[in-house]
């Protein structure tokens, strides 16, 4: 291996990637490698394939309408004396006619992905040596398409793009983005697909074609002194073959030399003609990726030793391995289904070692659900005060009978809460839902390891996803018949039950006790509704404390733009635009106040559904509510003490044999919810009902 690298030159440092590119398709993967490379990206007729034949000099490739790449080409060029071509998956085999290599290519693409314009991400290799290219790799991608033709999928084009962002996220890739001068730089399929991988234009080389065919009095010449979109590594521009050419039969190299003629003789392009057309474009293709291989060489050796350190030790493991050996098997077949209880065990209990920190675990989601996604569950219950009073009235007045009631009757009062707390029952019952849909996925996110044995890892995931589907049912009896434990009895002697004398004064002494100005929430929010003569949509750092919003420049927290008191004010969504993918919601002044400067509303926008729905449950910790047309609350009920005989029966927990932890925590979290949730010291509901029982 040392010597491998230190024995090539600087000219043959593509060529060493060439034998590592084959040799890695020979084995059917990548070892998890990158390997230093350069991707053609570009829309349907952007001229791709003419910039390509145009480095061979040849006329090789696939044409027709619709998409033609349908597979990745891996395309080599070997600088050589004699010129001929040959495929990885035809060796030995010369290919001399270039018209036999655009029938293999075909050939080899319907092999794979048939005869209905499917694609597939299984490259072709084609190397090429010929005495008119200089050492070269590229990886000629599928066009970029919008609507599907004859038996293709629906997505097609969300293939398409997910095939491409798999090779140029990489980043050891370079970007090869073709886009055609006739068409708005802005639009440019390729330049926006780099732009989300290579935000700062750092792997990017653009290429402009089809500058002859720009409207008379245009030219691209701040394109391509890299003014108006700037990438690193620049622009350059090429004219190719029209199709009447192609069709014409035009020599390439007659083309080149008609390029040539046009840079030359274009006022706009004469003073860059030496930086334009297809020989320079292949040079600078050479010098940037030689460059770029030295440039990750170390990086790349380094990655390479380590895996081939760790496949030894794995050979190690296996030497004296006996197949016909069944206790051996055996063991392997426990060993595996162990550490998938270990993984699992980890993900919901959380674990100190191998901490994933680019997505919450499952662990981490259940918690997110029973602490933000339940109780802004129980806030959005629609609630109709006015209907609320009348049906007390009618209550109290239905008990009263042919009878004038002197005192306010306590079966109206428990009739009135009884219906309430039942409404507990639909937040319950879908956070039951939540948990149990995070489980199963956590499940499939396991047992991802086992994926080198399929049947295994389908029997697996389905025993243990089947499992905690035959618990749901049993936990959400569980969690009913929790409910209906709090409508049998109504403690009115517990120590948290407001009387109806104290109601006000016991609501003014839980505001007054409520935390003082913490710290609830920060981080990242764009302020979505500024107009663009003001600066446009901004991002910044929120501070949401008990009693304000706050917004700085950055999270130094240093600059303040402006603090916003949050009394009397609500939230409420907002429906995405046509042109933005963002989630938004929206706080106003319930008063009809302007909320910031002269703005009645202040939209506000997170890149994800979750992250916007975190921030609505961290707003209504704060006190800021959803709008509704109606009042919002917090259902009633009051709490069990262990003087209600029903609470002190022992409960039937249909509780599993394996894994008993999670469906333990899951009880417990839930009901701690329910129970924090009702206590009568909480609820708005309950002084508004307790003085209209009073005053009727």
Known sequence: LGNLFHGCGMEGLIELVNRLQDAFAALGQSCLLELPQIAVVGGQSAGKSSVLEN????????????????????????TAKTEYAEFLHCKGRKFTDFDEVRQEIEAETDRVTGLNKGISSIPINLRVYSPHVLSLTLVDLPGITKVPVGDQPPDIEQQIRDMIMQFISRENCLILAVTPANTDLANSDALKLAKEVDPQGLRTIGVITKLDLMDEGTDATEILENKLLPLRRGYIGVVNRSQKDIDGKKDIKAAMLAERKFFLSHPAYRHMADRMGTPYLQKVLNQQLTNHIRDTLPTFRSKLQSQLLSIEH???????FKPEDPTRKTKALLQMVQQFSVDFEKRIEGSGDQVDTLELSGGA???RIFHERFPFELVKMEFNEKELRREISYAIKNIHGIRTGLFTPDMAFEAIVKKQIVKLKGPCLKSVDLVMQELINTVKKCTKKLATYPRLCEETERIVAGHIRDREEKTKEQVLLLIDIQVSYINTNHEDFIGFANAQQRSSQVNKSAVGNQVIRKGWLTINNIGIMKGGSKEYWFVLTAESLSWYKDDEEKEKKYMLPLDNLKVRDVEKSFMSSKHIFALFNTEQRNVYKDYRFLELACDAQEEMDSWKASLLRAGVYPDKSSFSLLIPSCHSSTTNPMAQSSLPFHIPPTPSWIFKEVFKQIISGISNGIKMGQIPIHRQLTEYLATS
Not at 59 to 72: A, E, H, K, W
């Open 55 to 78: 480095c061979v000099s040849r006329d090789f490739l696939p044409r027709g309408s619709g998409i033609v790449t349908r597979r990745p080409l891996v395309l080599q060029l070997v």
């Open 314 to 320: 794995e050979v190690e493991a296996y030497k004296n």
């Open 365 to 367: 989601k259940i918690n």
